[in-house]
């Protein structure tokens, strides 16, 4: 019964939004990665963008006022991980905040020895464990070199719906928490070794070193921005991510 209202209630927001055609279109341009849909999926994907943009706030800091065009631009690409998935993978949480530009958040995280530190590292998103997706709208535009700001944030959002972001999200039934664990674990052991030795032609970017939480965030933005690196660097990965995303991005280009 509450399954059959929640479809009606969905299906009730998608029918009465107002959602311009030509808005949305000039966003399916603007995203490179987003071009391949096939056209049952971009009608997919706009009632997916419908629902977040219902559910969720997206405002502006610091005198940034967005338009309707730029709240479609964050949610298309926010939208694009739970294609096929659900829009209750974003549970818990309503506020998108967007800076004009890199902010400097004011948090503090006590180490391992008790020693309180202060982060001053100018940040170009960041997500809170239910709490706040926040990002720099200089970062938000679609970039060439598979560095997706808004797809690392959210993807830190799927891994934190069972705890911290650590890498590992919760599995769907009959995804194997073995595999996963293996394909990530090495993978994540050799891209470190790779960014120590200064292998430049590695094309994903190095700050996927950083925490085995931070790979699977960067390794999510290559999967849709350059899934073709993905799947020729750590093959084991990306299946593990195809089966999470329930997506093929590969399948939708030749390079």
């Keep these: 019964m509450l ?125 809170w464990l239910q709490g706040p997706v926040i990002l720099s709208w200089a970062d938000v535009a679609p970039s060439a070199d598979g560095v997706n700001v808004v797809i690392h944030e959210f993807a830190h959002k799927l891994d934190m719906l069972n705890g911290d972001a650590n890498g590992f999200p919760p599995l769907h039934h009959g995804m194997s928490r073995e595999a996963w664990s293996q394909a990530f674990s090495s993978a994540y052991a050799d891209f470190c070794r790779r960014v120590d030795a200064g292998e430049e032609e590695v094309a994903i970017d190095p700050y996927a070193a950083e925490s085995p939480g931070e790979f699977f965030a960067v390794m999510s933005e290559a999967f849709f921005e350059m899934p073709h690196a993905v799947s020729g660097l750590y093959p084991a990965v990306y299946d593990q991510l195809k089966l999470f995303y329930r997506q093929d991005p590969a399948a939708r280009t030749d390079v």
């Design 3 to 127: 399954e059959a209202f929640k479809r009606w209630r969905r299906a009730r927001i998608i029918t009465r939004a107002a959602l311009d055609p030509a808005q949305w279109q000039q966003t399916l341009e603007r995203l490179p990665f987003l071009r391949g849909l096939s056209a049952a999926e971009r009608v997919r994907l706009r009632r997916v963008v419908i629902l977040f943009l219902h559910q969720k706030s997206i405002h502006g800091a610091a005198g940034l006022e967005l338009d309707a065009g730029m709240r479609l631009l964050i949610a298309a690409q926010a939208c694009i991980l739970i294609l096929n998935l659900d829009i209750d993978y974003y549970r818990g949480w309503v506020e998108v905040i967007v800076y004009p530009d890199e902010f400097v958040p004011g948090g503090e995280y006590t180490d391992e020895d008790g020693i309180v530190h202060t982060e001053r590292e100018p940040r170009a998103g960041e997500a």
